[in-house]
Every structure is written in C-alpha cells, then in structure tokens.
C-alpha cells in the first residue's frame, strides 16, 4: 500500500434519526492515512458516538460513503 493511500476514508457521510427528516450527521468527511493520530472530543450528545459507529459500520449510514 502507498504511503499516500488512506487507510479509512469517509465521504459525506450522514445519518438521520430514525426513519424521520432530523439528521444526527450530515455532509461529514474525514481521511486517516498511515501513523496519522485522530482524537474526536465535543460535549455530551453532540455525535461522537454515531460517527465511530458509522465508521465501523456497526451502524448504516444514509448518505455518502466509508472506504477502509
């Protein structure tokens, strides 16, 4: 694998409420390449645990998509 090919990759990816119109994410992009180190901080509630669901694909997303 090249130096410059991500390792994890996510392309506008969002994730609704339910099956309602309230979006939990929306139009999140994020690119992780090799040695690179990520810390994902915010305040209680504010999605930190639906977006590492959805990039471990523990969760479906409902737009955009998750490259490993």
Do not use: C, Q, Y
């Not at 690119?31 to 209680?44: F, S």
């Amino acid at each position: 694998m090249s130096r410059d090919s991500p390792l994890l990759e996510a392309r506008g990816i969002g994730r609704r409420h339910g099956d309602g119109p309230d979006w939990l994410l929306r139009n999140i992009s994020l690119t992780i390449g090799e040695g690179d180190r990520v810390a994902l901080t915010g305040p209680t509630g504010s999605g930190k645990t639906v977006f590492l669901r959805a990039l471990a694909m523990l969760d479906a997303v409902d737009e955009g998509a998750i490259l490993w």
